[in-house]
């Protein structure tokens, strides 16, 4: 396994968690990801409540809970692309502490696009697969191409919590963008486009800095 440590930042709806699967697939990589870490996690006792009452409110989950499952799973693994995190200023210098990065990849993308996006998402409920009822439909509706489960929405999806989390990301997690902007590892990448034209420009950037 190769050690590459690459933190992958950008808006909900972005294309981080596909982007990164992609990532740690072609080069051998842990992919790490907040958001399905607290899924699965989401009726879990803390001593801030469950992630739950954070995440369908479509705020951010307490910084010890989070901070606490990406110490370990860094911790666990010999190179990573990390998504999902850091979600503001405070889990950004923790990151700081716990890790040395070698690459921060940035996916901006319009404001329009992330809505459609989002609000269009379809997941399979059984293996997790991501559709979209515009861009990418199953074959069958509402069934999942891969596994047969059914498609749903995720309840943080909705319209309403889209517009909650698009806010949460440009009043917290904004100042963590400004915060790695003028480190020299940081690349800022245009996700408006395809999947696969975005993942053809990343590794284009990760083979140049390799
Ligand atoms: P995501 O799948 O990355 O959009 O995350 C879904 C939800 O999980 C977010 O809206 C937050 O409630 C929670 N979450 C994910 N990552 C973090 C994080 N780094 N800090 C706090 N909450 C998070």
């Known amino acids: 396994m190769s050690d590459l440590q690459i933190l992958m930042l950008g808006p ?3 294309g981080k968690g596909t ?4 990532i740690a697939e072609a080069y051998d990589l842990e992919h790490i990801t907040t958001g399905d870490a607290l899924r699965s996690r989401k009726d879990m006792q803390t001593a801030h ?3 739950r009452e954070y995440m369908d409110a479509g705020e951010l989950v307490p910084d010890p809970v989070v901070n606490e499952i990406v110490e370990s799973a860094i911790e666990e693994a010999d190179g990573f692309v990390l ?3 850091p979600r503001n200023k405070a889990q950004a210098e923790f990151l700081d502490e716990i890790t040395a990065l070698d690459v921060i990849i940035y996916l901006d993308v319009d404001r329009e ?4 996006r989002l609000t269009g998402r379809r997941v399979c409920e059984d293996c997790g697969e991501n559709y979209h009822v515009e861009f990418a439909p199953p074959v069958d509706q509402g069934i999942c191409d891969d596994c047969g489960g059914e498609l749903i ?3 943080d999806d909705s319209e ?3 517009k909650e989390r698009l806010r949460v990301f440009d009043e917290t997690t904004k100042p963590v963008i400004t915060y790695y902007r003028s480190d020299s590892i940081f690349h800022q990448i245009d996700g408006n486009t ?3 034209n975005v993942f053809k420009h990343i590794v284009d950037l990760l083979d140049s800095v390799r």
Do not use: H
């Open 12 to 14: 909900p709806g972005a």
């Open 19 to 22: 982007q990164s699967s992609r």
């Open 49 to 51: 409540g469950t992630p």
């Open 83 to 85: 998504d999902g995190y």
């Open 113 to 116: 696009e992330l809505i459609r």
């Open 153 to 155: 929405q995720r309840t």
């Open 160 to 162: 309403k919590t889209v």
């Open 194 to 196: 395809t999947p696969d």
